[in-house]
DNA sequence: CAAATATGCAACTGAATGGTTGCTTTATTT
DNA sequence: AAATAAAGCAACCATTCAGTTGCATATTTG
């Protein structure tokens, strides 16, 4: 499935995952779900559910032992995001001759949405 | 304000507006409102939404001429989710050793959430 | 001036979202 | 075996969101 784009873009459009998301990866190990949402005001049922947003978008892998669940952050899908943004990097400085740009770097891929 | 990180995720994480969005960065000429909303199924209304909403974000400018708004599209607003994404870079292709990629890499700026 | 066009404004709707609480199940610990 | 701890499941709630329709306003155009 790598039309995930969405996804991932939802899934980092909320605060608080993105605060999840940041917090596994700094962390130095894996941590289980009691772990993280001893990180936030919110309750452990509310961070599963952004868990689970953030695995359906790839961003987040987990493993079980026993009774515990363990998360670990992938950066990986976020080079989607970076992808997409690349493209418009050359309309950042220029807002005149848009149209100039573009046909000179045609070819180029157009990442859609 | 330059706290404007979370409007342009939420912005570019609606897939109509990313489509606005890329069909202002490409088109020749500012687009009138009724213009914008020709290139989609829904209504003149609705794009008027996204088109707010794209604009608080600051990823579009508009013009008045007449009875008719013009829009065109800023692309530097992403340059937030750039650098948002550009510290994630160093895990993309190492998802062991998190944490000491992190330290050693310690002192550059975390963009935080 | 009248007709047509471009837009704005407001209310409404249905679905998604972020969050909660209560209870059950499963695993560990004592 | 009993108590404790981790997590899942399900229902519920309030808000936001994407989209609609209807109507008013302003600007062109004939």
Known sequence: MPNQLNKIFKSI???????????LIVASTALSITQIANHFDISRQGITKHLKVLHQAGLLEMTTKGRERYCMANAGPLREIHDWVAFY??????????????????????PGG
């Not at 909320?14 to 998301?21: E, L, Q, S």
């Not at 990097?89 to 157009?110: A, T």
Request: aromatic share 12%; net charge positive.
């Open 89 to 110: 990097e050359q309309f950042w400085d220029d807002k005149l001759n848009r149209l100039n740009q573009y046909l000179k770097q045609k070819g180029k891929q157009n």
């Open 13 to 23: 459009a909320d605060p608080t995952r993105r605060d999840i998301f940041h917090l």
